[in-house]
């Protein structure tokens, strides 16, 4: 799966930066956190700092075109972004685990 960015549009007033990129792909349209995965490693960003927001691939093509927007730290990512985002993007669930593990521990 390759990844070219179409454009980047700086919003400083959110703490990130809109972008639109094109995937290239052999097989079906890739799942959502690998496409996450592999924008954050073209753009040098933490995966929990990207939020996929839309893949539209047409029918019967090999490219897919998409919006994300990458924060400057995960926790703008959970201050501006709505809930159902985070769970498809699978942002803050690590976090949730890790502190019910954590009161588990406490309470015992």
Do not use: C, W
């Amino acid at each position: 799966m390759d990844v070219d960015i179409i454009s980047e549009t700086e919003n400083p007033m959110l703490h990130r930066t809109d972008v639109t990129f094109e995937l290239s792909h052999e097989d079906a349209t890739p799942e959502r956190l690998q496409v996450r995965d592999s924008l954050a490693a073209k753009l040098n960003k933490d995966a929990d700092e990207v939020v996929v927001r839309k893949l539209d691939t047409k029918f019967g093509m090999r490219k897919t075109v998409g919006e994300a927007k990458v924060y400057e730290t995960a926790d703008d990512a959970r201050d501006v972004e709505q809930d159902h985002m985070l769970e498809r993007n699978k942002i803050g669930a690590a976090d949730e685990a890790e502190t019910d593990a954590e009161a588990e521990a406490e309470e015992a």
